[in-house]
């Protein structure tokens, strides 16, 4: 077991500024292949991109059901072997269900002493102690506020579940550069979105047991929520799925008023949403019907150039994974 604090040091310094710059040329050369891992109580999923002739490639895509913990390392191997999955460049990307993305008022001070102070602030919304956390701090542009406190988003995790997922991964010779959190990850998009400058848009995950909107600007993100919906709610009886949608509706709309309200970047122009695991049907044009703006599919596994068949149900749980190796291939 690796020394906590090592490991809080060396490993899980930061959670969301995780990427170091200047990885895309390091001595020796350009890096090639990335790899993105993020491991749920599900399964795992596997994204593994590189440069490709015109666009990044997505090499590998995969994602594994898998409930019993026991087994998870023999199957990632098995995977990685099979499929010849790069490694050596290995990041980890934490499910949104092993960490609380809080949002604080910040005291006027420097990041790295956000850094030290916020974590306390969140302490008592977080299901575990402050002594088992690991927190990074998530700051909002300048403009954010409209002469409101200054706020910040803490992103706060469990260090004994991260140790766990490290060690599992270590295990089999999987060394992880850096550690993000989903909301960071599909940024990893930008590039590969059409948009106007200054035009603001959200992007929506949609998972099996929450969902979660970022509200975007020029690449930054303003707003940050978790959804109350769950896709499992959708293979119940039929009078579920009315609930479900109409949920959805309130919590996308919900999101959209905070944001033209309070953050007074003009308005959404859309709400693009990514591959699901469970068919809408005609669900979603009934929300497409009840909010104020413009909703679409948006699916990133189409923008690139694609080495590997990529099923539905890959598109659907490695968006976060696939969104986080964008980032760190075309950002560094």
């Not at 030290?116 to 977080?126: E, H, N, R």
């Not at 509706?249 to 699901?276: C, H, N, W």
Request: proline share 5%; glycine share 6%; with cysteine.
């Amino acid at each position: 077991m690796v020394h906590m604090k090592t490991f809080n040091k060396n490993v899980i310094k930061n959670l969301v500024n995780h990427f170091k710059p200047g990885i895309l040329s390091k001595a020796g050369g350009l890096q090639k292949d990335f790899t993105v891992i993020e491991m749920s109580a599900q399964g795992f999923a596997v994204a593994e991109v590189t440069i490709g002739q015109q666009k990044p490639l997505l090499k590998n895509c995969h994602f594994i059901y898998n409930e019993n913990i026991k087994i998870r390392s023999e199957l990632m191997v098995e995977l990685f072997e099979r499929r010849k999955i790069n490694t050596a460049q290995s990041f980890l990307v934490l499910s949104p269900q092993y960490y609380k993305l809080l949002l604080a008022e910040a005291p006027p001070i420097p990041l790295e002493d956000l850094r030290v102070v916020m974590p306390a602030k969140i302490k008592d919304s977080i299901p575990w102690e402050l002594t088992d956390s690991t927190s990074d701090v998530m700051p909002l542009p300048d403009d954010a506020f409209r002469g409101r406190k200054k706020s910040v988003y803490v992103a706060s995790a469990q260090t004994s579940v991260i140790a766990q997922q490290v060690e599992m991964l270590r295990g089999i010779g999987i060394k992880p550069i850096s550690i993000s959190i989903a909301e960071i990850a599909l940024l990893g998009f930008e590039s590969l979105m059409l948009h106007q400058p200054k035009e603001s848009y959200g992007v929506l995950k949609l998972g099996d047991t929450e969902g979660l909107i970022n509200m975007v600007c020029d690449g930054n993100v303003y707003l940050s929520r978790r959804l109350n919906v769950a896709l499992n709610d959708l293979v119940k009886q039929e009078i579920e799925r009315q609930v479900f949608f109409d949920q959805l509706v309130l919590e996308i709309q919900r999101s959209v008023d905070f944001y033209e309200s309070q953050m007074g970047k003009g308005p959404v122009a859309k709400i693009q949403l990514l591959p699901t695991a469970v068919e809408l049907g005609v669900g979603y044009e009934y929300v497409e019907e009840n909010i104020s703006t413009d909703i679409e599919w948006f699916d990133p596994f189409e923008l690139v150039e694609i080495g590997v068949e990529v099923q539905h149900k890959d598109k659907a749980h490695c968006t976060s994974a696939f969104g986080s190796a964008m980032r760190v291939l075309l950002h560094g």
